[in-house]
């Protein structure tokens, strides 16, 4: 069993940053990481992914290149530092993991979910 538990979400406003984490079981470092988003009346999409080994990390187009995901081996968990926010980045973040290595996108292959965090971007 992976237990995930986000934090770090909140109000900002247009331009600024934010970091969430994501605090990980130890089971979780033989994942892959991904955050993902759900805003109002919209279904859950893809934001960025990473093997918690190292290696390649993926983002999907509308947050590439403000975006980053990284993780921390010490303190087993892995992070999404938000920059350049925009209103349109305003859902509940939740963080997941699966065993699937490679680019994973897609929710049904994620097995564990965190509760999720909300962020707020205001204009």
């Known amino acids: 069993q992976v237990q995930l538990a986000e934090s770090g979400g909140g109000l900002a406003q247009a331009g600024g940053s934010l970091r969430l984490s994501c605090a990980a079981s130890?089971?979780?470092?033989?994942?892959?990481m991904g955050w993902f988003r759900q805003a109002p009346g919209k279904e859950r999409a893809f934001v960025a992914a990473m093997r918690w080994s190292g290696g390649n990390t993926y983002y999907s187009d509308s947050v590439k290149g403000r975006f980053t995901i990284s993780r921390d081996n010490a303190k087993n968990a892995v992070y999404l530092q938000m920059n350049s926010l925009k209103p349109e980045d305003t859902a509940v973040y939740y963080c997941a993991v699966t065993s699937l290595s490679g680019y994973r996108n897609l929710r049904t292959e994620y097995d564990y979910w965190g509760q999720g965090t909300q962020v707020t971007v205001s204009s």
């Open positions: 130890v089971g979780a470092r033989s994942f892959t």
